[in-house]
C-alpha cells in the first residue's frame, strides 16, 4: 500500500471536503462507463424504440445529463461544479461481441470544467444513472437487468495530468 493519505481525511481521521481554495482553475474532463446487461428480446425493445415508457436510449443521455449536475447533492465530499461539457453516448452490445456472449448497452459520459478539482465522480454518476435509466424504463419486461463495469476510464487536468485505465488504449 502507498504512503498516500486520503484527501478526505484530516489528521484526527475525520471527513471534510477538500479545501480547493487556493488551486488554480484548470481545464479537466473525465470519461466513465458502464454497462447493462440484459435479454435479446429487451435489447430489441429498445432498439426498435418499442418501449412502453418511450425512447430509452434518449431518456438514458437525459438522466445522465442531469445526474452529474446533481452529483455533489448524492456524494457528501463532492464540491458543487459549474459542468462546461456533458456528453452520453450509448452502444449496442451485440451477440457474440462479448465472451459471454451476453447483449445490452455501454454507456459512456464525458464530462468537462473549468475548475479546481476534478469532474471523475461526475462521469460515473453520469454512466451509473444512465443504466439505472435504462433499468428502470424497461423492468417491467426484464427483472433481470444487470448493471455492471462501473469504471472511470480517463481523467485529465489538474495536478496529477493525464490518467488512462491500465487496460484502455492511449
Not at 459549474?82 to 452520453?88: A, D, Q, R, V
Amino acid at each position: 500500500m502507498s504512503d498516500e493519505k486520503l484527501s478526505h481525511v484530516d489528521e484526527r481521521g475525520q471527513v471534510r471536503m477538500v479545501d480547493v481554495g487556493m488551486k488554480a482553475d484548470t481545464e479537466r474532463i473525465a470519461v466513465a462507463h458502464s454497462c447493462i446487461l440484459m435479454k435479446q428480446e429487451t435489447l430489441d425493445l429498445i432498439v426498435e424504440g418499442r418501449a412502453a415508457k418511450g425512447d430509452v436510449l434518449a431518456t438514458a443521455r437525459v438522466a445522465g445529463v442531469m445526474a452529474a449536475k446533481k452529483t455533489a447533492d448524492l456524494i457528501p465530499m463532492c464540491h458543487p461544479l459549474l459542468i462546461t461539457k456533458s456528453k452520453i453516448e450509448i452502444e449496442v452490445i451485440e451477440p457474440g461481441s462479448r465472451k459471454d456472449n451476453r447483449v445490452g448497452l455501454e454507456i459512456f459520459s464525458t464530462l468537462g470544467v473549468t475548475g479546481k478539482t476534478g469532474i471523475e465522480m461526475e462521469a460515473l454518476t453520469a454512466a451509473s444513472v444512465g443504466a439505472l435509466t435504462v433499468y428502470d424504463m424497461c423492468k417491467a419486461v426484464d427483472r433481470g437487468m444487470e448493471i455492471t463495469d462501473v469504471y472511470l476510464l480517463k481523467k485529465a487536468g489538474g495536478k496529477s495530468g493525464i490518467w488512462l485505465r491500465e487496460d484502455q488504449e492511449a
